[in-house]
């Protein structure tokens, strides 16, 4: 499974981004057929919003959007 994690308007730590792929790495373990997760990072307003997308086979695309004033909670909830 390929993982890419990005931001928009904001830098992206190290720490964040290594907690961000083991985070969607677990993914797996709940639906084993996907094939890739994206996750994007954005900051607007002092909010910071966590979008997950994930793919799987058979053109399915699960997404998932959080906001929060911290990086890792939008991640987490």
Do not use: W
Not at 18 to 37: C, I, N, P, Q, T
Not at 51 to 65: C, W
Request: glycine content about 4%.
């Amino acid at each position: 499974m390929q993982i890419k994690v990005s931001a928009r308007h904001t830098d992206l730590s190290g720490s964040l981004r290594e907690y961000a792929e083991e985070k969607a790495g677990k993914l797996v373990k709940f639906y084993d057929r996907l094939m890739s997760v994206d996750v994007v990072f954005d900051l607007d307003a002092g909010m910071h919003r966590c979008e997950l997308i994930a793919k799987a086979d058979h053109h399915n695309t699960f997404v998932a959007r959080e906001e929060n004033k911290d990086p890792q909670a939008s991640l987490d909830a």
